[in-house]
Nanobody, 118 residues
Framework: VQLQAFGGGLVQPGGSLRLSCAASGFTLDYYSVGWFRQAPGKQREGVSCSSSDGRTLSAASVKGRFTISRDNANKMVYLQMNSLKPEDTALYYC?????????????WGQGTQVTVSS
């Protein structure tokens, strides 16, 4: 079982990035997948989640800027991030929960760094 997050990088404020999360070793259809982030010196926080029943949730801080989507056939989950701000700088993780977006999350990816800076 593995989750691999990638697509991070350095972007200027106002720019966009798309993060990808590749799942293997389990049937993604039955899992909710969330994106989390952790900035230095701060607690990890939930960013967005795509539930197994098709619903999506997003934190207030990213609503209207970030969009989560999934492709169950190809076992991929994406996080499209637009209008990025310096405060979005963090290590971003994807995780999978066998039930709802509230978790618990059984599987975690290794993280991909997003840095928003001019």
């Amino acid at each position: 079982v593995q989750l691999q997050a990638f697509g991070g990088g350095l972007v200027q404020p106002g720019g966009s990035l798309r993060l990808s999360c590749a799942a293997s070793g389990f049937t993604l259809d039955y899992y909710s997948v969330g994106w989390f982030r952790q900035a230095p010196g701060k607690q990890r926080e939930g960013v967005s989640c795509s539930s197994s029943d098709g619903r999506t949730l997003s934190a207030a801080s990213v609503k209207g800027r970030f969009t989560i989507s999934r492709d169950n056939a190809n076992k991929m989950v994406y996080l499209q991030m637009n209008s990025l701000k310096p405060e979005d700088t963090a290590l971003y993780y994807c995780a999978a929960a066998p039930s709802t977006c509230t978790g618990p999350y059984d599987y975690w990816g290794q993280g991909t760094q997003v840095t928003v800076s001019s």
